[in-house]
Structures are given as structure tokens and as C-alpha cells.
């Protein structure tokens, strides 16, 4: 309580004063004597308010006083650090949100993703295979069942078209199959109705039953209780009923995505006994300490599990993946959540992160650049207050207080930077029909993280100058004499490390801007342009190849289309199919990719026949096949293989003769970053009755194809009715979907370049500046006796430049210390590349000179006599 | 540092005594229609001086702080009363932890002036 008063009567400084002068004066108005009146009320007041608090209120009072008397050194500090701590911020709430965040669940901690070692056979790199199929889930449960438990998640972000009333009326929600004890071993809780239980779990497709997320409850039915017992059908087909709301907060383990549906994993009931369909990941809960034996039981369970499969398996394909049964199996870490995106942006977040703290370490040396100059200024100042009694801490006290103000207000600055920005880079990330949703919410974390880092911050620029100014020798500084030189070594230390950072921010810019551009410009091999592509779905059926060549007329007769065709999916849209061929016995290594189009595809596309002909209509699988030019190379070598054969894979592990009657020039299939590998296109008819879903590929005179999207889709509908388009997007966003992560990459890195060249500009302005200043009776006394400007430039500079060669030296070499890390994300480029490495240099030399140009004509323009004069 | 008074440090001791003595006697007399019922600052003075037959004076150089002193130990509470002629006065009244402290230091006293007075007169 007097605690608290005392603190209370701090801000009250002026009425404490008041009161005790009126008290005094009360006791004269009675006829008392009040001899030196000004001792009592010094004494009254330390002992009504707390002195320490009184100090510091007062070194505030007097910061902000300072602050505001060098407004333009002030706001230059500010902003910069506000950048860099916004951007931090930024960093941070994006890792944290897909890398660290521990689910929402009861225990995060013990959550593993049960995944074994593969190696890429088209990219030859290794790595992690986190799938399962649920034969051997089945197997892994049962395995380690008295330790742990073993539970099936499917991939979330899985959106799906469902209805809840006439199938006109389809909407999109993401599904993720689960086991029936997740939610149990999750420790969740309904908020309305019941979760899926083991019960629900137990036959294939024996119980239809869906709990949707509260964020889904909230989003589409405005948190209606009356949702139980709602149904809805799924893809035309299933009928689930909705049977409760999970917990608020839980959406789902694919971290990136949300999910909207829940059902058990045994509505898949096709799956559940196939056992080379892998369609989830197997998740493990286990506790720390029996982790070893349950992961080496694990192994033992796979590795017999492969034993059996292999059985049923083709021996080239075996041979093609040497010690199958012997896998190499890990527990890869779930605390977060498990997702494609955290795999594709751990690795680009994490040197953004790391391109944000050069760019801090950059800020705050240049406002510790600046504060040092500032500080030199008030060498006089200081010394005054030591003169008269003021003790180190006290004024390491001030200059410290002075810079918590500047952080205090960059941090204010900056949360609001981070506030706009990190849902706009997440925005950035959006691949086209699948929207990121990433959940971002500032909490205490990252309240946490970016109080701390302005603490730090304030601590990192403020110590230097604080230490400097309270070492202040009263004397020596009253006389003008202070020791010039040791201020300014700092000074140029600090601008070495400024442009070592900001050389090596410039290097990875110069990388990651390469490869998009490399990336991008990497020809594709069919014109992508005026190209539009529609998933079809056949409700509850197989269309027959007459109805799918019945509505590919329909839409070949609209106004804008120039042509139209059918394939299995649309080129670098994220399907692929590999499967075996041989050519004279001979099999294929690593597999061949697989495509099935109609006939037209390749005018359509606009990729040439170089040999052969195209496919003819009635032509089916697997009789004829046209091949490109790498499967041409790859298998025969030179010479036209046209009238050639393959044998090609045919459904239930059998083999087909198929004529080769085309050469096709190579397009890409899968990604821009792989060599293209050898592809066999075959017709999409077959001898089946038909297809239940496929891809229309429509070439439109229209320069934004999608304008004609709504039309298209409309004439499907109308020319068959249980046709439906479930999916339009355009060539060109498949192609764009391939260099997204390298946009984001290039776009951050180049901002923050900028960033960081600006910082490192403003920072050698300032230490030029403050050393022309400091050094004008020198510069004075020089030309007086005959220096040409030449001379003082170069004698301004030549500190400086040295430094600014040092730093570039320097920034150079971590820049090839640190390549390795950023290797895998690069294409096509390296840092040793001459072009790479002369750009940061040539632009940092720019800004230096720009940077150097106004303190020097300073330095040049100084008059002798006045300099001499002064002082 | 305050200049030694005549009072060898008893001034929180006189102090605490007769606002303790005022508050009962005059709570006594008006009865509970006193609401609050203090000294101020001048009146303690002189309280002090008149008891004493003028041999105790004490200063307002040690006077005021103490009593800011003690308000903030919490042994005294103050509040600003208005007199007639719009003057604001500082009237001083004695905590429940201002008694307990009495008690302690009117012991100390009594039991160390007994022992100097046993000295002085055995010497």
C-alpha cells in the first residue's frame, strides 16, 4: 500500500510539492517560523515517493526531450528498427504458426509420424516416406499395441464436393479420414453432439457418421446447434451424417490447411484391403521412454510386412528398389502437425528468418552507429553531470532509457508492420483451388517474441553508447579533448559487420532472384497461354466414351474455344503416373511417366510431332502409344522408332504390346526443376466401359482464359447432366503453381535487399558525417596549409572504403560458407557464379558512393579560416 | 542530515503519545459524532512545547519529516480539513499500527531513562 503510493506520488511530483509547500505555509498562517523551507520539502518528498522510480521517471522526461530536439535521428533509428523488428515479428508468427505451435491436443509432445527412408529415383535424393496403406497400419497397431498407440491420419487440405441438398448446390469442404481413437487419444472434446468413436471404425463403410471442426460449424452454419443430425453427400455418391463439433481450436493435423469433415478411415472402404494403396499417414503417441523399443518393433513389423508384398510384387520393380525389406524406419517428430507445406517452407522460412536477423543485426548497428554520434555530441553533457555528482550506473541509467524509448516505439511501429504482413506473405503462398489457411493468431507468443526482441534490441545498440558516455572523463571532455579516435574505431567496426550482412543478404537475393527467373523462364515444351483446364466428375458412374466425346463436342462448338480435348489430368498439374515398359525385354529405370489423352491433345497443347502421326479416334489402350524424345533416346538410341513396340503395364500386374506410332517433342510433366524423364502417352479409351472423371484441356482465343470458365462449365451441365466440372483452372496457373515458393524466396529476399542496402547506406552517411564534423578544424588546418580536395576526399574516405572492402570480404566468405544450406532450394545457379557475386558488389559500391557524396562535398566546402576560427 | 534536537530521538515517541492521547479524549467528549479528529502540524509543535513547560522545543526542520516519515511507515494517516477561513490544514490522527508502535517504544523508554536514572543515581 505505501509502496504503492510511493509510485503513485511519482506521477504526481508537481501536487506532492504543492501539498507540502501548503502544509508549511498552514504552519506559518498559525505564527510558527519555517526556517529553510526548501530543505524540508527536499527531505518530505524522498520520503513520500519512491527515488528510484523518480529517477527514472525523470531520465524519460529528459530521453523524450533529447528524442524529440534530433527529430530526423530519431525517426531514422525509429523506422529502421521498426522495419526490422516488424519483419522479425513477421518471421516469427509464420514459423511459429506451421513449424512450432504444438496442436492444440492433449499431448503434443509424444506425437510421431511413422515414416521410412526412400530414395527418388528420378532425382536420386533421399528421403522421408511418411505413408501407409491399411494392411500394414493393421500390422504396425497391432505390433506395439501394449506401448503405444498407432493411429491413421489422412492427408488433410483434402477438398472435396459435397451438398446438403440438391446436387446443383455443390460446395467445397476439405475431409480428413481419421481412426477412430484419434480423437480419444487426443483427449478432445465435443463442443456439440459426440466424436468419432473406435465404434464408428470397425467395418468398411458400416457407418457413415462425420464431426465437423468449430471452425466449420462457425464459417457455414453460424454455430447453429441444429447441425446434428444434418446430412450431406459427398462427391455424389456417399451420405454422411453429421453427428457432432469437435472442440474449438482443433482443425485438423495438416498444419497450412484446415479441415472442415472428419469421418473414419473405413469409409474408404475400397482401401481398407488393398495393401499398395498408401492414402495416410500413420501417426504413433508414445511416451519418451519407450520410443527405441517401439520403434525398432515398428521396423520389424514393416520390414515383415514388405517381406509378404514383395511376394506379389514384379521382380524388375524389386529390383529397381534394393533392400525393400530391410527399411530404415524413424519417428518423425508431430508436435506441430505434420504437412506437405511445413516439408516445401521449413527450409525457405527458416533462412528468411535468418535474412531478418542480418537485417536487425543491420538496424541496430546502425542506430548504435547513430546514438554513439549523439553521444559524442554530449560529451559535454555528460561530463557536466559526472562534474556534479552523477555516478556511472546513473548515467549508463540514461543513455540506456533513451535507447528503451526508441525500441518501445520501433516495437509499437513494427507490431503493427507484423500485424499486415505475415497474413499478406502467408497470402502469397496460396496455390490456385487450395487456399493456405494458416492459423495466426498474436498471443502471448508472439507478444513474447517481440517485447523480447526489443529488449534485446535495446540492450544490443544502447549498451555501446551507454558505456562510452558514462566512461566520460569530466576534464578531458570540458576541454574539448576527448580521445576522437577510439569513438570512431567503433563506429567503423560496426559499418564493416553493416556491410558484411548486407553483402550477404544481397548474395542470397542475387540467388534466389536467379533461380525464380531461371525457374520461370525454363521452356515447358507446350504453349500454356489461352489454355484452360476442367476436372470432370461422372456422379455414381462411368461415363462411356461416347458421352465424354459428346460433351468435348459441346464445348468445341462454343464461341472462344479453338479447340478441345481429353486427358487423364492437365500437364504439371500434381498428377502423375509411373509404371513399368520394356523394349525388347529390356525394363525401363527409373519407371517411365504415363499419360492418357484423347486424340488432339497435342495440337491442342501445341507440342510438335516430330515423327509419326497423332492418335486416331477408336484408337485404344493399350494397342498404339506415342513416346518422346528423351524415352527415344533413352531406349533406341537414334533412328525413328516409329512402327516400333513396347511392352507397356496393363491393369492387374499383366503386360500389353503397344505400336509405337508418334514421336512427340518433350514436354514437362511433373515439375520445372527435373530433367524430363522418358514419357509414354497413350489413348484414353480403353476396353473398359469408360471413365468416371478425367480432364477437358480447351485452347480459347481468349488472352484470360478463365473469363470463359462459367460459360464452359454451364454447357457440361447442359449437355450431360451427371457430368460434373468439379475443378476450372488455367495452364498457366499449373505452371505458376512450380515457382511459387521460388517467388516468395526472390520477392522477400529482394525486399529485404533493398532494406538492408538502405540501413547500410543511412549507417555510413551517419559515421561520415559525424567524423567530417568531428574532424573540421583538422580538415581546416590541412587546407590552409595547401591540401587539394582530392587530398581530403581521399583522406575523408579512404577509412571508411577500407572498411567497406573489409565487409564485403567478409560478407563474400560467409556467402560461400553458407551456400550449402540454401543449395537445395537453388536452380541453375551457384554463388561462385561471377555474375552473382558481382552485382551485390557493384550495387553496394553505388550506394557507398551515393551514401559518401554529401559528407564529402561537406568535408571539401569547408572554409579554413572559419574552421579555424571557431572554437 | 537534520541538526539534533533537544528530544534524543523522542520526538516519534511524544508525537504518537499525544495524538493518541487527543484522539481517545476527545472521542470520549464529543462522542461519535467525531469523525475525525486530529492534529495539525503546529498544533503538535506547541502541544509539545505547553506540556513540556517550554523545556522541549522542536523544530519543523525535524517536525514535518517525521511526520511524513511516520505516514508512510502507516503509523499516522492524514487528511486535509478545511477551516474557517478557507485555509487548508494537514491534521495528523494515530493508525491502529501507530498504537502498537507506542506501546513498544513507551517500554523502551521507560526501561532505558529507569536505567540511566539508576546510573545517575548510583554513581
Same mark, same amino acid.
Given at each position: 500500500?505505501?509502496?504503492?503510493?510511493?509510485?503513485?506520488?511519482?506521477?504526481?511530483?508537481?501536487?506532492?510539492?504543492?501539498?507540502?509547500?501548503?502544509?508549511?505555509?498552514?504552519?506559518?498562517?498559525?505564527?510558527?517560523?519555517?526556517?529553510?523551507?526548501?530543505?524540508?520539502?527536499?527531505?518530505?518528498?524522498?520520503?513520500?515517493?519512491?527515488?528510484?522510480?523518480? &529517477?527514472?521517471?525523470?531520465?524519460?522526461?529528459?530521453?523524450?526531450?533529447?528524442?524529440?530536439?534530433?527529430?530526423?535521428?530519431?525517426?531514422?533509428?525509429?523506422?529502421?528498427?521498426?522495419?526490422?523488428?516488424?519483419?522479425?515479428?513477421?518471421?516469427?508468427?509464420?514459423?511459429?504458426?506451421?513449424?512450432?505451435?504444438?496442436?492444440?491436443?492433449?499431448?503434443?509432445?509424444?506425437?510421431?509420424?511413422?515414416?521410412?527412408?526412400?530414395?527418388?529415383?528420378?532425382?536420386?535424393?533421399?528421403?522421408?516416406?511418411?505413408?501407409?496403406?491399411?494392411?500394414?497400419?493393421?500390422?504396425?497397431?497391432?505390433?506395439?499395441?501394449?506401448?503405444?498407440?498407432?493411429? &491413421?491420419?489422412?492427408?488433410?487440405?483434402?477438398?472435396?464436393?459435397?451438398?446438403?441438398?440438391?446436387?446443383?448446390?455443390?460446395?467445397?469442404?476439405?475431409?480428413?479420414?481419421?481412426?477412430?481413437?484419434?480423437?480419444?487419444?487426443?483427449?478432445?472434446?465435443?463442443?456439440?453432439?459426440?466424436?468419432?468413436?473406435?465404434?464408428?471404425?470397425?467395418?468398411?463403410?458400416?457407418?457413415?457418421?462425420?464431426?465437423?471442426?468449430?471452425?466449420? %460449424?462457425?464459417?457455414?452454419?453460424?454455430?447453429?446447434?441444429?447441425?446434428?443430425?444434418?446430412?450431406?453427400?459427398?462427391?455424389?455418391?456417399?451420405?454422411?451424417?453429421?453427428?457432432?463439433?469437435?472442440?474449438?481450436?482443433?482443425?485438423?493435423?495438416?498444419?497450412?490447411?484446415?479441415?472442415?469433415?472428419?469421418?473414419?478411415?473405413?469409409?474408404?472402404?475400397?482401401?481398407?484391403?488393398?495393401?499398395?494403396?498408401?492414402?495416410?499417414?500413420?501417426?504413433?503417441?508414445?511416451?519418451?521412454?519407450?520410443?527405441?523399443?517401439?520403434?525398432?518393433?515398428?521396423?520389424?513389423?514393416? &520390414?515383415?510386412?514388405?517381406?509378404?508384398?514383395?511376394?506379389?510384387?514384379?521382380?524388375?520393380?524389386?529390383?529397381?528398389?534394393?533392400?525393400?525389406?530391410?527399411?530404415?524406419?524413424?519417428?518423425?517428430?508431430?508436435?506441430?502437425?505434420?504437412?506437405?507445406?511445413?516439408?516445401?517452407?521449413?527450409?525457405?522460412?527458416?533462412?528468411?528468418?535468418?535474412?531478418?536477423?542480418?537485417?536487425?543485426?543491420?538496424?541496430?548497428?546502425?542506430?548504435?552507429?547513430?546514438?554513439?554520434?549523439?553521444? @559524442?555530441?554530449?560529451?559535454?553533457?555528460?561530463?557536466?553531470?559526472?562534474?556534479?555528482?552523477?555516478?556511472?550506473?546513473?548515467?549508463?541509467?540514461?543513455?540506456?532509457?533513451?535507447?528503451?524509448?526508441?525500441?518501445?516505439?520501433?516495437?509499437?511501429?513494427?507490431?503493427?508492420?507484423?500485424?499486415?504482413?505475415?497474413?499478406?506473405?502467408?497470402?502469397?503462398?496460396?496455390?490456385p483451388d487450395?487456399?493456405?489457411?494458416?492459423?495466426?493468431? &498474436?498471443?502471448?507468443?508472439?507478444?513474447?517474441?517481440?517485447?523480447?526482441?526489443?529488449?534485446?534490441?535495446?540492450?544490443?545498440?544502447?549498451?555501446?553508447?551507454?558505456?562510452?558516455?558514462?566512461?566520460?572523463?569530466?576534464?578531458?571532455?570540458?576541454?574539448?579533448?576527448?580521445?576522437?579516435?577510439?569513438?570512431?574505431?567503433?563506429?567503423?567496426?560496426?559499418?564493416?559487420?553493416?556491410?558484411?550482412?548486407?553483402?550477404?543478404?544481397?548474395?542470397?537475393?542475387?540467388?534466389?532472384?536467379?533461380?525464380?527467373?531461371?525457374?520461370?523462364?525454363?521452356?515447358v515444351g507446350f504453349d500454356p497461354s489461352g489454355v484452360l483446364t476442367l476436372d470432370l466428375d461422372v456422379?455414381?458412374?462411368e461415363g462411356t466414351w461416347a458421352e465424354w466425346n459428346e460433351v468435348a463436342e459441346a464445348i468445341r462448338?462454343r464461341?472462344?474455344v479453338e479447340s478441345a480435348t481429353i486427358a487423364g489430368w492437365p500437364l504439371m498439374s500434381g498428377n502423375l503416373r509411373s509404371a513399368?515398359?520394356?523394349?525388347?525385354?529390356?525394363?525401363?529405370?527409373?519407371?517411365p511417366y504415363f499419360l492418357e489423352i484423347a486424340p488432339g491433345w497435342f495440337s491442342t497443347m501445341r507440342i510438335p510431332l516430330?515423327?509419326?502421326r497423332d492418335f486416331r479416334p477408336g484408337e485404344r489402350f493399350p494397342n498404339v502409344a506415342i513416346v518422346n524424345?528423351?524415352f527415344?533416346?533413352?531406349?533406341?538410341?537414334?533412328?525413328?522408332?516409329?512402327?516400333?513396340?513396347?511392352?507397356i503395364?496393363?491393369?492387374?500386374?499383366?503386360?500389353?504390346?503397344a505400336?509405337?506410332v508418334g514421336v512427340a517433342r518433350d514436354a514437362r510433366y511433373r515439375n520445372?526443376?527435373?530433367?524430363i524423364q522418358p514419357t509414354v502417352y497413350v489413348p484414353l479409351e480403353s476396353?473398359k466401359?469408360g471413365k468416371s472423371w478425367g480432364s477437358l484441356i480447351v485452347r480459347t482465343?481468349?488472352?484470360?482464359p478463365?473469363?470463359l470458365a462459367?460459360?464452359l462449365r454451364?454447357t457440361v451441365?447442359?449437355t450431360r447432366?451427371?457430368f460434373r466440372v468439379s475443378n476450372t483452372a488455367t495452364q498457366l496457373e499449373h505452371v505458376?503453381k512450380h515457382?511459387?515458393?521460388?517467388?516468395?524466396?526472390?520477392?522477400?529476399?529482394?525486399?529485404?535487399?533493398?532494406?538492408?542496402?538502405?540501413?547500410?547506406?543511412?549507417?555510413?552517411?551517419?559515421?561520415?558525417?559525424?567524423?567530417?564534423?568531428?574532424?573540421?578544424?583538422?580538415?581546416?588546418?590541412?587546407?590552409?596549409?595547401?591540401?587539394?580536395?582530392?587530398?581530403?576526399?581521399?583522406?575523408?574516405?579512404?577509412?571508411?572504403?577500407?572498411?567497406?572492402?573489409?565487409?564485403?570480404?567478409?560478407?563474400?566468405?560467409?556467402?560461400?560458407?553458407?551456400?550449402?544450406?540454401?543449395?537445395?532450394?537453388?536452380?541453375?545457379?551457384?554463388?561462385?557464379?561471377?555474375?552473382?557475386?558481382?552485382?551485390?558488389?557493384?550495387?553496394?559500391?553505388?550506394?557507398?558512393?551515393?551514401?559518401?557524396?554529401?559528407?564529402?562535398?561537406?568535408?571539401?566546402?569547408?572554409?579554413?579560416?572559419?574552421?579555424?576560427?571557431?572554437? | 542530515?537534520?541538526?539534533?534536537?533537544?528530544?534524543?530521538?523522542?520526538?516519534?515517541?511524544?508525537?504518537?503519545?499525544?495524538? @493518541?492521547?487527543?484522539?481517545?479524549?476527545?472521542?470520549?467528549?464529543?462522542?461519535?459524532?467525531?469523525?475525525?479528529?486530529?492534529?495539525?502540524?503546529?498544533?503538535?509543535?506547541?502541544?509539545?512545547?505547553?506540556?513540556?513547560?517550554?523545556?522541549?522545543?522542536?523544530?519543523?526542520?525535524?517536525?514535518?519529516?517525521?511526520?511524513?516519515?511516520?505516514?508512510?511507515?502507516?503509523?499516522?494517516?492524514?487528511? %486535509?480539513?478545511?477551516?474557517?477561513?478557507?485555509?487548508?490544514?494537514?491534521?495528523?490522527?494515530?493508525?491502529?499500527?501507530?498504537?502498537?508502535?507506542?506501546?513498544?517504544?513507551?517500554?523502551?523508554?521507560?526501561?532505558?531513562?529507569?536505567?540511566?536514572?539508576?546510573?545517575?543515581?548510583?554513581?
Open positions: 500500500m505505501s509502496m504503492w503510493n510511493r509510485i503513485r506520488n511519482v506521477f504526481r511530483r508537481e501536487a506532492l510539492a504543492r501539498e507540502i509547500e501548503e502544509e508549511l505555509a498552514d504552519h506559518r498562517a498559525h505564527g510558527g517560523r519555517v526556517e529553510r523551507p526548501l530543505h524540508i520539502a527536499e527531505e518530505s518528498r524522498d520520503i513520500r515517493l519512491a527515488p528510484w522510480l523518480d &529517477a527514472v521517471a525523470s531520465d524519460v522526461v529528459f530521453g523524450w526531450r533529447q528524442l524529440r530536439k534530433n527529430r530526423a535521428v530519431t525517426a531514422a533509428a525509429v523506422v529502421s528498427l521498426a522495419l526490422a523488428i516488424g519483419s522479425a515479428t513477421s518471421a516469427f508468427r509464420l514459423i511459429d504458426a506451421l513449424l512450432l505451435r504444438p496442436l492444440p491436443v492433449a499431448n503434443p509432445s509424444d506425437l510421431y509420424v511413422i515414416a521410412t527412408e526412400f530414395t527418388d529415383q528420378h532425382t536420386k535424393t533421399k528421403d522421408w516416406d511418411d505413408s501407409s496403406s491399411y494392411p500394414m497400419f493393421r500390422e504396425m497397431r497391432d505390433a506395439v499395441k501394449d506401448q503405444a498407440k498407432v493411429m &491413421a491420419l489422412g492427408y488433410g487440405g483434402n477438398r472435396q464436393d459435397i451438398t446438403f441438398g440438391a446436387d446443383t448446390d455443390m460446395e467445397k469442404a476439405s475431409k480428413q479420414y481419421v481412426s477412430g481413437d484419434v480423437f480419444l487419444i487426443f483427449g478432445l472434446k465435443p463442443a456439440l453432439g459426440r466424436l468419432l468413436t473406435p465404434a464408428d471404425d470397425l467395418k468398411p463403410g458400416a457407418r457413415p457418421v462425420a464431426v465437423i471442426s468449430y471452425d466449420y %460449424w462457425t464459417r457455414r452454419f453460424g454455430r447453429d446447434p441444429q447441425v446434428i443430425g444434418k446430412t450431406f453427400r459427398e462427391g455424389g455418391t456417399v451420405l454422411y451424417e453429421i453427428v457432432g463439433v469437435v472442440q474449438e481450436g482443433f482443425t485438423g493435423t495438416e498444419t497450412g490447411s484446415t479441415t472442415d469433415y472428419f469421418v473414419p478411415t473405413m469409409q474408404n472402404a475400397r482401401a481398407i484391403e488393398e495393401r499398395q494403396w498408401s492414402w495416410f499417414r500413420p501417426w504413433i503417441s508414445v511416451p519418451e521412454e519407450s520410443r527405441l523399443v517401439v520403434k525398432e518393433k515398428l521396423r520389424a513389423a514393416i &520390414a515383415n510386412h514388405r517381406k509378404e508384398l514383395m511376394r506379389s510384387l514384379p521382380e524388375h520393380f524389386l529390383k529397381s528398389i534394393p533392400n525393400f525389406d530391410k527399411p530404415v524406419v524413424e519417428l518423425l517428430p508431430a508436435t506441430a502437425g505434420v504437412s506437405g507445406m511445413q516439408r516445401d517452407f521449413r527450409r525457405p522460412l527458416l533462412i528468411l528468418g535468418g535474412v531478418i536477423l542480418l537485417v536487425l543485426f543491420i538496424a541496430c548497428a546502425n542506430v548504435a552507429n547513430l546514438m554513439t554520434a549523439q553521444a @559524442a555530441a554530449r560529451a559535454r553533457e555528460m561530463a557536466l553531470r559526472v562534474s556534479i555528482g552523477a555516478g556511472r550506473w546513473r548515467l549508463i541509467q540514461l543513455v540506456l532509457i533513451e535507447s528503451a524509448m526508441v525500441a518501445v516505439l520501433a516495437t509499437i511501429l513494427g507490431g503493427l508492420f507484423a500485424w499486415w504482413s505475415a497474413p499478406f506473405v502467408a497470402g502469397l503462398i496460396n496455390p487450395n487456399p493456405v489457411r494458416l492459423v495466426l493468431p &498474436a498471443d502471448w507468443r508472439v507478444l513474447g517474441f517481440a517485447s523480447g526482441l526489443a529488449l534485446l534490441v535495446s540492450i544490443l545498440f544502447g549498451l555501446t553508447p551507454a558505456w562510452k558516455a558514462s566512461s566520460v572523463k569530466p576534464s578531458a571532455a570540458l576541454k574539448g579533448g576527448d580521445d576522437p579516435q577510439a569513438r570512431r574505431r567503433l563506429m567503423n567496426a560496426l559499418v564493416a559487420a553493416q556491410v558484411a550482412f548486407c553483402f550477404l543478404v544481397h548474395l542470397g537475393a542475387g540467388l534466389f532472384v536467379a533461380t525464380f527467373d531461371r525457374l520461370s523462364n525454363q521452356p456422379r455414381g458412374r462448338a464461341s472462344g513399368s515398359a520394356s523394349v525388347n525385354g529390356l525394363h525401363l529405370h527409373p519407371l516430330i515423327e509419326g524424345e528423351t527415344v533416346t533413352k531406349t533406341f538410341g537414334s533412328g525413328n522408332p516409329v512402327g516400333k513396340s513396347i511392352e503395364e496393363v491393369p492387374r500386374n499383366k503386360t500389353g504390346r505400336l509405337i520445372l526443376r527435373e530433367t476396353d466401359a482465343n481468349f488472352a484470360k478463365e473469363s462459367t460459360d454451364a451441365n447442359r447432366s451427371d505458376r515457382t511459387i515458393r521460388e517467388r516468395l524466396l526472390a520477392m522477400l529476399s529482394l525486399f529485404f535487399a533493398v532494406v538492408a542496402l538502405i540501413l547500410a547506406a543511412v549507417g555510413l552517411y551517419g559515421v561520415l558525417n559525424y567524423s567530417v564534423i568531428q574532424r573540421r578544424r583538422e580538415i581546416g588546418i590541412r587546407m590552409a596549409l595547401g591540401a587539394q580536395p582530392a587530398d581530403v576526399v581521399r583522406k575523408v574516405t579512404q577509412e571508411v572504403f577500407a572498411m567497406l572492402i573489409l565487409g564485403a570480404g567478409l560478407g563474400l566468405a560467409l556467402g560461400l560458407a553458407s551456400e550449402r544450406y540454401v543449395e537445395t532450394l537453388l536452380f541453375q545457379v551457384k554463388a561462385t557464379d561471377l555474375r552473382v557475386l558481382l552485382t551485390p558488389a557493384v550495387t553496394l559500391a553505388v550506394a557507398a558512393i551515393f551514401a559518401a557524396l554529401p559528407p564529402t562535398l561537406r568535408a571539401v566546402r569547408i572554409d579554413p579560416a572559419e574552421a579555424l576560427r571557431s572554437e | 542530515m537534520p541538526k539534533p534536537d533537544s528530544l534524543l530521538g523522542s520526538l516519534d515517541l511524544l508525537v504518537l503519545k499525544l495524538l @493518541a492521547r487527543r484522539d481517545s479524549t476527545s472521542a470520549q467528549a464529543e462522542g461519535r459524532c467525531a469523525r475525525f479528529q486530529g492534529m495539525h502540524g503546529y498544533a503538535i509543535m506547541t502541544a509539545i512545547r505547553e506540556m513540556s513547560d517550554e523545556v522541549l522545543d522542536v523544530e519543523e526542520g525535524s517536525l514535518y519529516p517525521a511526520l511524513h516519515r511516520m505516514e508512510e511507515a502507516g503509523w499516522l494517516k492524514a487528511e %486535509w480539513t478545511v477551516r474557517d477561513n478557507g485555509r487548508r490544514s494537514r491534521v495528523y490522527q494515530i493508525t491502529a499500527a501507530g498504537r502498537k508502535q507506542l506501546g513498544h517504544a513507551e517500554t523502551r523508554w521507560q526501561a532505558v531513562t529507569a536505567a540511566v536514572n539508576r546510573i545517575l543515581k548510583m554513581a
